[in-house]
């Protein structure tokens, strides 16, 4: 029994460890893809298209389709025979998709003929409200049908609806939903609106449209639209705990003008082109949210099957900008590594070499000291002391030799790419 047992654990250590993304759900690493005409997705271009997107790393579609309604107060929902895309064309992309190893999240949309925003929509009286729940039962129930016969993965119930989301409707619609299709559910609130909905516990996962603000000014650094997040970043955590729902991006995106942190969602603000706000935007959105545990997935707005973009095209798609290159960076997992090797925590280091071990999460050091970096993906390193930039390094080893005057305490950083690693050192060299 007891060579049984050595048997196995010699077994079980020959797989490789997984780190901690890996352990849990898969993360979605989504884009949405969305055409306004009926028949968008019968282009040869948009086979194409999904061809770039699945280059990217996207491992989830956000498949949208739109249907509509007079205005804000009509109570019949429709597809338009120009602008909704066909029935049959939504299944081709769905088995294209499937067919490139991508998953589908069919997210169908309301728009609103005369331009008002959907999340307008509501009424004064209960007969109205009676009658848009059962327009939108047929309409969210077609889908969720067409999402169940074609082996969609997800479906999303509704978007941006404000106005509703604390109806009691929504537990009917959200049952009959169940009744016809065995995947996973979720909604996507508005930025503002997320904490207003009722229903969350009745869905699998909490969708927020995270168009946030994120500062006051055009064209910020990246460590202010970090800062930024930051206030955001601590009130989703928060409500997320509340409601034991893992969280989803169900769109974040930015356009590539100066000035598109400060109001994510406004696809008419006129402005310079700016890809590097956009850029900055995509990264800022990474580094705060990518490691949390309880992120499910980001779908970013939007990639278009026209094959849209470049870098003289001023809206949301990322495709062929810098944004598409940090996209890249995220959901291939080229994201680049640093380590500094020298000084580590708990050393003495006397004239630029280790002589002692002490039990601290900081170093000691006498005289000068090389400080030495490992860097992978990435080909320049930039040397800190207290968050002064001192040396900049773009060839291996990665190091540089501190050597001047310096008394108490320090702290040393090394960066590659936005990616820190760093140490506080107590230092005496005179």
Known sequence: ??????????????????????????????????????????????????????????????????????????????????ATPTDASLIKMINKDHELGMNVMLKPHIDLMNGEWRGMISFENEEDWHEWFNSYRNFICHFASMAENHSVEQFCIGTELAKTVNRTEWSDIINEVREIYSGKLVYAANWDNYKNVIFWNALDYAGIDAYFPLTDKKDPGLQELLNGWKKWH??????????????????IGYRSVDGTNMWPWNWMYEDRIDL???????????????????????????????LEGGENESGYTPYKKPAEKVLRRYYLEELPEIKLIKPTAGKIYVFDKEVANINANYSIIVGKITIMAECRNASIVEFYIDDEVRYVDEEEPYEWLWNEFAIGWHEIKVTAKDTIDGIDVFILNV
């Open 1 to 82: 029994m007891k060579k049984l047992a050595v048997v196995l654990l010699a077994i079980l250590l020959s797989f490789p460890l997984f780190d901690s993304r890996e352990m849990r759900d898969e993360f979605q690493k989504g884009m949405s893809f969305v055409g306004y005409w009926n028949n968008v997705y019968d282009m040869p271009e948009a086979i194409e298209s999904l061809y770039n997107l699945k280059e990217t790393g996207s491992k989830w579609v956000a498949l949208v389709t739109t249907w509509y309604q007079e205005d804000e107060h009509s109570t019949e929902i429709f597809p338009d025979e120009n």
């Open 234 to 251: 601590d009130e989703i955590e928060e409500w997320q705990q509340e409601i034991g729902k893992k969280v989803i991006f169900t769109e």
């Open 276 to 306: 590097q706000e956009q850029a900055d935007c995509y990264n800022a959105t990474f580094i705060t949210f990518w490691h949390e545990e309880w992120m499910a997935g980001i779908y970013w707005w939007t990639w278009y099957p026209n």
